[in-house]
């Protein structure tokens, strides 16, 4: 005998839709019956002072199953608990049902970002204050996917697991939906109502779920980010990203970026720098270069074969600091400063000018590019050995290194280039701007995502032709330097790519395709819609494998990343891997489907190696410690991982004075399980 429910106040109406075909209760609410449902985005919290956070809610039903869609809002996902110890702590999506059964005030269901669900029925003993039950509801199936917004939910109730008939047409429920939100320390509720004398916790004032035969056409535009074309006019004249061709445990070959160019092209770049400290084999000086180091003929045959795409291959050689590699080789380390520990050169040893006049005289005679970088960044080891304190005596330090730039610019004006140099020393050392030449170029670096980029307005405004730098860190970066870059008319926006260990460029394919956005337009106000639009742009149409899901998904790992997981609490760290899972999964789907661009297959298999390793090394290293028998399986899939590896290094680098850097992930693992 089902029991009425009365109310001493109207509470508010849901017409639950019927679904032509039922969704796939796999957490993505991609399924076509979503479009056509009955979504509610207002959600209101029991406290005035506390505003619900942006969440979005629908039901649909069927004749087996009342189905829940929940996409809850989170601009930092790390901030949810999703943790296996205490799940009863987790945040929650709470499903709560009356279906009007006699001896059940209403069933619970919480879904927790595991996509875990815990099933609750509150026993109508007493009306009003009935007990709590943990049940088992069988045949419920949930699903948690995380995005770059927030977090979402599925989940399929059977209706026969509530031990009902199927409600059919004119059928009257009750319910709400829940989010329990620990971040925010508040639950927020559907709020269907906005009278004021409604109150969304009370139980009594469930709103009624009136079930419809009719099945709503989709009204609303699809609106499918991938589907837009990709921005192509450009902003800048040099467009393009830097890659370190010295530090890092990758060195790839000339042969491997040459084979690629087609790609960055496809891009829209035009520029790229090649980094050396030591890895360059001059015809004057190649002692201090490792076996498997360019020469510059090879850096020359590269060069020629970028102009043959419209590409402009800058050489970039350090020149004062960061010249390790060199200086601690036995034949120059009578050329470092005093107290550098061979980080830099002496200003003043007359050693010092003859060698790299005869360097960069060499880069500039072979190369077709107008630019030569000379570096010149985080050198401050100026005028401190005997010989320069006598030398430079009473100098300010600006003149010493005004000095040095002066006799560079000297050798690449011989030949006809303009000289690049990095801007931190001028802002440091100011006086050494004095006379400075203004055909210089600065290059101006800003690795994080700031609020101002001061620097690029000074340069400006003393005269300087000026190329901003992103980093390869945080994917926001390019977009909003991009744009203050291109407010000061700088002419370059350049992305580095500085020494990384292990991982391969496709691991940083979101990285490029933010660059070769912000080179092209101005900065996208919704980051889960611009990763999908990238996942289009570089890995092509999905279709059948899920168009947007891995977007989305790497969406959801940035998201994840931002706020701290690695500190060591257990909710953090969980929801970290499952973001990363998740992409591993869907870049899996991808790839087994075959749908996958011919110039995007490799980055998505590079990304999705790095992505396995990188989880392998959180799991190893897990601050809550590893269950038993989990070290074995860890250091399994590494030793799997690793043969995979070492072939694509080989294959792409292979230079030997490296492989020791590329294998610190796997040595990291190693000592993890095996302590
Ligand atoms: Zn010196």
Redesign the pocket.
């Known amino acids: 005998m089902p029991r009425a429910r009365r109310s001493l106040v109207p509470v508010p109406e849901y017409r639950v839709m019927r679904c032509p075909s039922p969704p796939a209760v796999d957490g993505w609410l991609d399924s076509p019956c979503w479009r056509d449902a009955n979504w509610v985005d207002r959600f209101a919290t029991e406290s005035v002072d506390t505003p619900a956070r942006p969440a979005r809610a629908a039901m649909l039903w069927d004749e087996t199953a009342l189905y829940v869609a929940m996409k809850l809002g989170e601009p930092r996902l790390a901030r949810i608990r999703a943790a296996e110890d205490a799940p009863e702590e987790n945040d929650n999506a709470e499903i709560l049902i009356d279906p009007g059964l006699e001896d059940t005030e209403y069933y619970f269901i919480g879904v927790d970002a595991r996509g875990v669900a815990r099933t609750f029925r509150i026993v109508l003993d007493n009306f009003g204050t009935g007990g709590w039950r943990e049940i088992v509801l069988p045949d419920i199936r949930a699903a948690a996917r995380l995005a770059g917004d927030g977090w979402q939910v599925e989940a399929a109730i059977p209706h026969a697991s509530l031990g009902v008939p199927p409600p059919g047409e004119g059928a009257l429920w009750h319910g709400n939906l829940c989010r329990n939100d620990r971040a925010a320390d508040s639950r927020a509720f559907w709020a269907l109502s906005e009278d004021p004398a409604y109150a969304y916790l009370e139980q009594m004032l469930f709103p009624a779920l009136r079930f419809c035969e009719a099945s709503a056409a989709a009204t609303v535009a699809i609106h499918v980010p991938g589907h837009e074309p990709w921005p192509s006019r450009p902003r800048f004249g040099l467009r393009g990203f830097m890659h370190d061709t010295s530090r890092g445990s990758i060195v790839y070959t000339p042969d491997y970026w040459i084979s690629r160019l087609p790609k960055f092209r496809d891009l829209g770049f035009n520029a790229i720098l090649t980094y050396f400290e030591n890895h360059l084999r001059y015809q004057s000086h190649s002692s201090f270069a490792p076996e498997g180091s360019w020469t510059v003929d090879d850096l020359l045959r590269y060069q020629a074969e970028a102009a043959r795409l419209g590409m402009d291959l800058i050489p970039s050689q350090t020149s004062l600091g960061h010249c390790p590699g060199i200086l601690n080789h036995p034949d120059y380390r009578h050329l470092a400063?005093?107290g550098s520990d061979g980080y830099q050169f002496?200003?003043?040893?007359p050693g010092t000018q003859e060698m790299l006049a005869a360097m960069f005289d060499e880069l500039a005679a072979g190369s077709s590019s107008p630019y030569v970088m000379i570096n010149a960044d985080e050198s401050s080891f100026l005028?401190?050995?005997p010989?320069?304190r006598e030398r430079f005596a009473g100098w300010p330090r600006g003149h010493i290194l005004r000095q040095h730039l002066l006799f560079l610019h000297g050798v690449l004006h011989a030949r006809g280039k303009r000289m690049m140099m990095w801007d931190d020393m001028l802002w440091l050392y100011p006086e050494a701007l004095e006379d400075l030449p203004r055909d210089i170029i600065l290059l101006d670096w800003h690795y994080g995502h700031e609020r101002h980029y001061p620097s690029l307005a000074a340069w400006r405004g003393l005269g300087f032709d000026v190329v901003a730098c992103s980093g390869m860190y945080d994917v926001r970066n390019p977009f909003r330097l991009g744009d203050h870059a291109c407010q000061q008319g700088a002419m370059g926006l350049i992305s580095t790519l500085w020494e990384e260990h292990s991982l391969f460029i496709g691991h940083y394919w979101q990285h490029f395709a933010a660059l070769s956005w912000a080179a092209h337009a101005e900065a996208p106000d919704d980051l889960e819609n611009w990763y999908r639009r990238a996942e289009a742009r570089v890995f092509g149409p999905g279709g059948q494998a899920g168009e947007g899901r891995l977007g989305r998904s790497a969406a959801a790992l940035f998201n994840a990343s931002r706020s701290g997981y690695r500190r060591p609490q257990a909710s953090h760290s969980a929801l970290w891997q499952k973001a990363a899972r998740q992409f591993i999964e869907t870049a899996w789907t991808r790839l087994d489907a075959g749908a996958v661009s011919d110039l995007g297959r490799e980055w998505l298999e590079e990304a999705l190696y790095a992505r396995r390793l990188l989880l392998l090394r959180a799991r190893a290293e897990d601050p809550a410690g590893l269950a038993e028998g989990e070290p074995r399986m860890i250091a399994n899939e590494a030793a799997s991982l690793k043969v995979e590896g070492l072939a694509r290094w080989k294959a792409q680098s292979g230079m030997p004075s490296q492989r020791e850097a590329f294998l610190e992930h796997y040595e990291a693992i190693e000592k993890s399980v095996n302590s």
């Open positions: 400063e005093e002496c200003a003043s040893h005028g401190d050995c010989r320069c």
